[in-house]
Structures are given as structure tokens and as C-alpha cells.
């Protein structure tokens, strides 16, 4: 039986994770930015999603972010550890890491790089799920991943005992559609885009993930919480006065503008690790202009 999980809708805040200017984890300055989501009206945290750069960071790194992230957030918070991986060994460790350490759920994309087939994948998820009791969202990111969770696919994995939902980043309309439609009964499906999000709830997701909510949690909230109690203009134009930020952030990396804007505010961003650029102040001359235009300082 599926467990019930009250964190399944709303905004999850994509945490970034702070470098020093030698590129060494900030394990100080991302508790403090955890403390500072735990006082949020976000829904869950996640740390090490995509946004997150879990895929510049080693196995040890991983683990130290996780620990933290349970740590500063000290029950506050439902936390959701990104535990994806290429090898389902290594996913599979670090999984039940993070059930250790006292994540809430976890995160996973299917195996990348190895050009896996559908097996490959539903065995994957499988054989974590029967080794590691705890709640799976999965994450269908294929532009990244190099396999595309279908609306099929989603319907197969809900039968998992510990699979719970789906953070879907896919851009084909009608499979965001479709995975609502066919998967929805059975499984959270969130948009894993904040620049889809608007789209994604009116397609009747549970909720968004984002990592500008990292600095300013609030404005999503306010945008999820518009859309769910009917006031849609409001909503809507709240979503569309971030075209700007999406633009910035499309045309320098999220991420980046993202590290950017938290330490203009106070929070600790810092450097991109490598090969991820970091972008020079003259890049971001646009980005105070921005912030301000949606009542951030």
C-alpha cells in the first residue's frame, strides 16, 4: 500500500549548493540557507536536483549536503534528497543514505549517459524500491537524462510499492497532458519546470518545483496559492512578470542567476563549479533592474 505523504502538492524549493571561491562545498552557508527555506511557506525542500549541480558533486559530497540539509532544517521542512545516479548501485546507496540521515522522500532520475533501455529503467526503479523502504519521486527530465519517462512508463512505475510520483520536465504539451491523465490517479505529478509551472497546474498538477524559491519562496507560494483559490488573473500575472528573470536565467544558466540574486539579498550563492560558468557582474547587469520590478531588494 502507497504510504500517504501530506507534502505531495504545492511549491518544493530546489536548494542550490554553495561553492567557496576554491570551489569546496559551503556546508556553513547552505545550512543557512536551509534555515532560511525552513522558515518559508514552501511546501518541501530538495536538495541536489539538477539546479542543485548533484552531478558536479561526488558521492561524499552528496552525503555531506544530505546530512546538512536534515540537519539545519531540523524538522521544519520535509526534505526530498536527490539520489540519482548513472549506476543503480550507487543510486541505491545513496538512497538509503538519505533514509538514514532522515530524508522524508528522494528524488531519482532514471540512469543517464548509458543509454539504457525501458528494462534497464523499470528494473532500476524496482530494484530500489524493494531494497530501500522509502517514498521515490521520480524525475523525468529527458533533454538532460537521455530517456524519456512516457505517460506509458509512469502508468508501469506507479505499480511500485515506494514510487509516489513524478517531477515531470518534460516540454511536449501533450505528454504533460497525458501524464496527468493517465498517471495522475496513481501518482503526485508535479511540474518540474518553474517556467512552466503556470501551464503545468492548469493541466491539473499537484504543484511546481523551483529554485528561485530559493530567494524568494514567498512569490511562488503566492502564485500556487492564486491558482488554487480561483484567482487566476492574479495568479497569472504574478507568473508572467518573471519573464524577464526566465530570460536572464535561460540566456546565463538558472542556476547562476539564482547563486546571483541570493547574495545580493543576503543568502550564500558564490561560484558555479566547473565546467558551469559563472556569469561576471556586467552579465548580470539586468539582474538588480529585475528583481526590483517584482518587489525583491
Wanted: glycine fraction near 8%.
Amino acid at each position: 500500500m502507497k504510504k500517504e505523504l501530506n507534502f505531495l502538492h504545492g511549491i518544493h524549493t530546489i536548494l542550490i549548493t554553495p561553492f567557496k571561491k576554491n570551489y569546496e562545498l559551503d556546508i556553513e552557508g547552505h545550512k543557512k540557507n536551509v534555515d532560511f527555506a525552513a522558515k518559508s511557506s514552501a511546501h518541501a525542500l530538495v536538495c541536489l536536483g539538477t539546479q542543485g549541480e548533484f552531478h558536479s558533486l561526488n558521492s561524499d559530497e552528496q552525503k555531506q549536503i544530505m546530512k546538512a540539509t536534515v540537519e539545519a532544517n531540523a524538522g521544519r521542512k520535509p526534505i526530498i534528497c536527490g539520489t540519482a545516479h548513472s549506476s543503480t548501485l550507487e543510486a541505491e546507496a545513496l538512497t538509503k543514505y538519505a533514509k538514514e540521515v532522515g530524508a522524508d522522500a528522494v528524488l531519482m532520475t532514471p540512469p543517464y549517459y548509458s543509454q539504457v533501455t525501458w528494462k534497464g529503467v523499470h528494473d532500476h526503479f524496482a530494484r530500489i524500491s524493494q531494497n530501500v523502504d522509502m517514498p521515490i519521486i521520480m524525475y523525468n527530465a529527458p533533454d538532460r537524462v537521455g530517456f524519456n519517462l512516457t505517460p506509458e512508463h509512469l502508468v508501469q512505475l506507479s505499480a511500485l510499492d515506494n514510487v509516489v510520483g513524478v517531477k515531470q520536465a518534460s516540454r511536449n504539451i501533450m505528454e504533460l497532458e497525458e501524464s496527468v491523465s493517465q498517471a495522475g490517479s496513481k501518482l503526485a505529478v508535479f511540474g518540474g519546470s518553474e517556467a512552466m509551472m503556470w501551464p503545468c497546474m492548469a493541466l491539473g498538477m499537484v504543484g511546481s518545483s523551483s529554485t528561485a524559491a530559493s530567494f524568494m519562496p514567498q512569490y511562488f507560494v503566492d502564485i500556487y496559492d492564486a491558482y488554487k483559490q480561483g484567482r487566476m488573473q492574479e495568479g497569472y500575472d504574478k507568473f508572467m512578470a518573471l519573464a524577464p528573470f526566465r530570460r536572464l536565467s535561460k540566456k546565463l544558466g538558472h542556476a547562476s542567476v539564482v547563486k546571483a540574486a541570493m547574495d545580493r539579498i543576503g543568502l550564500v550563492g558564490g561560484p558555479m563549479r566547473p565546467p558551469l560558468v559563472t556569469p561576471s557582474e556586467a552579465d548580470l547587469k539586468e539582474l538588480d533592474g529585475i528583481l526590483a520590478s517584482i518587489g525583491i531588494k
